[in-house]
């Protein structure tokens, strides 16, 4: 028996019969990281999380968010304070 690992990351079993059946090992994708852990196992991922590089993505992740809502946030003020000062121009 010889193992084939494919691109796809599964392992072909090739018999002496020339049959083969598709092992594939569950594995888990973590969207912060963008990349396939190779086992999906509790332990796997609580290793992969508790990680420096993970934990960096999600703080990125989440502070793209906090930007953008910051910058709306100021531009909103500034319309209304031009608003409020072209209001006091036409008295």
Do not use: W
């Not at 018999?15 to 059946?21: A, P, V």
């Not at 609580?46 to 999600?58: C, E, L, R, T």
């Not at 992740?61 to 500034?78: L, M, S, V, W």
């Amino acid at each position: 028996m010889r193992l084939i690992l494919e691109s796809t990351g599964s392992f072909y079993h090739s018999l002496s019969s020339g049959f083969q059946f598709n092992t594939a090992m569950p594995r888990y994708y973590c969207d912060y990281c963008d990349t396939y852990l190779t086992h999906d196992s509790p332990s796997v991922r609580k290793q992969h999380n508790a990680g420096y590089k993970h934990k960096a993505n999600v703080r990125s992740y989440y502070q793209q968010f906090e930007e953008a809502q910051t910058q709306n946030f100021i531009d909103q003020r500034i319309k209304e304070h031009l608003g409020q000062t072209a209001a006091f121009q036409q008295v």
